[in-house]
């Protein structure tokens, strides 16, 4: 039976529009189709409206409308998660994205920045100073849904994940009040922040310690398939040695034609290992030979820290579509690299890949950090990342990436990276966070959100609603 729709409460959108001082588009507005697009094209819907709010106070009436409307709620940061949760048919939309100020005390080594920002946004303006917060590997990603999440990059080794450096938040909650969460005010909220996974409140001001941060060294290099199982077992003698200043990670996936690949290398899969040092420049080579030594091909480059953050942007575009799933791994031994290098050979499209990496270092230096995040003692993630145009290809590409991580299931380690899940069993999110933490957050979500109006994400569900 087909579920019967809301009808538009025009006293409530005339409500809505008396308070609001952003933009409203409706369907039909010119703007529409470029306002509701995510990242991600496979999802493509048709929310009742998106309120494009310039401010906490816009959140806070689009919530009172959407209540009193009768409408589901999605909040759109980046728009970049995978699994489209920022968007859904019928409900209304709060869209931060006009909202990208970045303002940076260097005194203090903090950064405030607005709800709506890119991880661009906060580098290009922390980076003037030669700071930076920790973050993800692609500029066009969302600070919001990272942080919220957790948030692995390419500094995390050395400093930690980006919810670490949370100092405090404005948060509009569910009933449309806006509190500040600090450690000294909603400190519980607070915690749930720092990655337990953003269905608590919308927050629109993220508060973030930086770290000073210069050139980075810089190197990558390219082997053959068939060499890839020697070649993973020197990554996983040199990564699990690794200074805490240096990140080591590799890929599988369809060579390029860039002139440093060997030609009879280029369109076919093969193996990519890279490794980022943040340590002295001058001792980069030195400290990454053992890497590199039998590679095919590769590139070393010096390079800041923003141009560092947008390597990835161009091969994640917005449009294409992408089904991931991941996990972590105790260990990469022959059997899962076996496994791993299987998927390879069998990747669906030129344009998927396979990435894994040694985390630690600084992740799990403290195992009991003030942080909803868990399974900071992880030793390997693994992303299968499916990526293609053509939607007749959606049920083989998204099989693929099922398949990869099934194949690895003798090796994980247990739960998943929040911020990669994707049409995910019921309890997976319980899975994720582990009983303690996850009933903590149920009694946060119990306080905050009792109706779970917030629930257009990997949701934790009140306890007083399960």
Not at 40 to 66: E, I, K, Q
Request: some cysteine.
């Amino acid at each position: 039976m087909t579920e019967m729709l809301a009808p538009v409460d025009h006293s409530a959108l005339a409500q809505l529009r008396a308070e609001f001082r952003g933009a409203l588009v409706h369907p039909g507005d010119a703007e529409f189709d470029r306002v509701r697009a995510v990242w991600n094209g496979m999802h493509d819907r048709s929310p009742h409206l998106v309120a494009r709010c310039v401010g906490a106070p816009d959140v806070a009436a689009a919530l009172r409308y959407a209540a009193a409307a009768g409408r589901a709620v999605t909040v759109r940061g980046g728009g970049h998660n995978v699994a489209g949760t920022a968007v859904a048919d019928e409900a209304v939309m709060i869209d931060l994205s006009l909202m990208r100020q970045v303002r940076v005390d260097p005194e203090a080594l903090t950064a405030e920045a607005d709800g709506g920002c890119l991880l661009g946004d906060v580098d290009a303006a922390t980076t003037a100073h030669g700071l930076a917060c920790p973050a993800g590997v692609v500029s066009h990603t969302g600070l919001a849904g990272l942080t919220l999440g957790g948030g692995y990059g390419w500094l995390a080794r050395t400093w930690g994940l980006t919810c670490d450096h949370l100092v405090s938040a404005e948060v509009v909650l569910a009933d449309g009040s806006i509190v500040e969460a600090s450690e000294e005010s909603h400190p519980e909220l607070l915690w749930g922040l720092r990655g337990g996974g953003g269905n608590l409140g919308v927050v629109t001001r993220f508060t973030l310690r930086l770290r000073p941060v210069g050139e980075v060294f810089h190197r990558t290099g390219v082997f053959p398939l068939d060499q890839a199982p020697a070649a993973l077992a020197r990554y996983r003698e040199f990564a699990e040695a690794q200074d805490n200043a240096m990140h080591a990670v590799g890929t599988l996936k369809v060579a390029g034609q860039q002139e440093w690949v060997p030609a009879e290398l280029r369109g076919t899969p093969a193996l990519f290992l890279t490794a980022a040092w943040f340590g002295e420049a001058a001792e980069g080579p030195a400290r990454t030979d053992a890497l590199f030594e039998r590679a095919a091909g590769g590139r070393t480059q010096l390079m800041s820290y923003a141009q560092l953050q947008a390597l990835g942007d161009f091969g994640e575009p917005h449009g294409h579509r992408y089904f991931t799933k991941s996990c972590y791994l105790t260990e990469l031994s022959e059997g899962p690299v076996e496994q791993l290098v299987e998927s390879a050979r069998q990747l669906p499209s030129t344009l998927s890949a396979i990435d894994f990496e040694y985390l630690r270092g600084a992740i799990s230096d403290d195992p009991g950090a003030d942080a909803a995040f868990p399974r900071r003692d992880a030793p390997y993630i693994c992303t299968v990342s499916a990526q293609w145009t053509d939607p007749a290809e959606d049920a083989a590409c998204a099989a693929w990436s099922r398949t990869g991580v099934e194949r690895l299931t003798p090796w994980q380690f247990g739960g998943a990276y929040v911020n990669y899940l994707q049409d995910e069993a019921p309890g997976k999110v319980a899975e994720v966070y582990g009983s303690e933490r996850y009933e903590r957050l149920a009694a946060l979500k119990d306080r905050y959100d009792p109706q779970n109006v917030l629930a257009g994400n990997q949701n934790i569900a009140p306890a007083t609603r399960r």
